[in-house]
Structures are given as structure tokens and as C-alpha cells.
């Protein structure tokens, strides 16, 4: 059975840093998309970065804040966030999938359960 599980969200003042963590199991993505998505309340899911094979992507909204790692020894994926903004306020979802577009979410197919990210100001 594949499973996605985040961990590392939590509550940040504005400017300050967390870093998630994305462990997988079940099977291994190495030629996959693996990326991170967001959807704040009220709001549509929405791409923050990607990562396949040597290439990495970044909406534009976090672009120079986070970064986007994988250690395919640990299977697992992480988003380090730096220099947090209130705005950055979400559920933080992991996902791994084979599709063409890395910021499309019908790219995925398997989707971790999200974890809560709080920037105060």
C-alpha cells in the first residue's frame, strides 16, 4: 500500500522558518513528480513546488523563500520555508504522480493527508 505521511507543520511567527517532511512507503518515486501543494481556506489547491530528477519548480509566490529537497535513500521529500509570510497560512499536502504537468494537481496520483502550517504576523 503507497503511502504519502507529512510531518512538520506547526505554528510560525511571520519571517521565521519550518521544514516539512514528506516519508514514503510502498513504493519508491525516483521517476516521478514529487511535489507540494497548498490550499488555504476557501481556497482552490494550488501548486508550491516540484521536484524530478535533478529539476526543481517553484510557483512564483515562494520562489527564493523554499526550497525543495528528496533523499531517495529515505524516500523522502522535504520543503524547508524560510522567511514565512502570513499568506503562506495553509494545509501543506505532499504528492507524488507520473503525469506531464508538475503543477497541475491532476498530475498526482497519491496524496499524503496534509499537514497544518499557521504564519501569525
Known amino acids: 500500500q503507497v503511502q504519502l505521511v507529512e510531518s512538520g507543520g506547526g505554528l510560525v511567527q511571520a519571517g521565521g522558518s519550518l521544514r516539512l517532511s514528506c516519508a514514503a512507503s510502498?513504493?519508491?518515486?525516483?521517476?516521478?513528480?514529487m511535489g507540494w501543494f497548498r490550499q488555504a481556506p476557501g481556497k482552490e489547491r494550488e501548486f508550491v513546488a516540484a521536484r524530478s530528477g535533478g529539476s526543481t519548480y517553484y510557483a512564483d509566490s515562494v520562489k527564493g523563500r523554499f526550497t525543495i529537497s528528496r533523499d531517495n535513500t529515505k524516500n523522502t521529500m522535504y520543503l524547508q520555508m524560510n522567511s514565512l509570510k502570513p499568506e503562506d497560512t495553509a494545509v501543506y499536502y505532499c504528492?507524488?504522480?507520473?503525469?506531464?504537468?508538475?503543477?497541475?494537481?491532476?498530475?498526482?496520483?497519491?496524496w499524503g493527508q496534509g499537514t497544518q502550517v499557521t504564519v501569525s504576523s
Open positions: 504528492a507524488a504522480g507520473p503525469g506531464l504537468r508538475y503543477d497541475a494537481v491532476r498530475s498526482y496520483n497519491y
Open positions: 510502498g513504493r519508491t518515486f525516483t521517476r516521478y513528480y
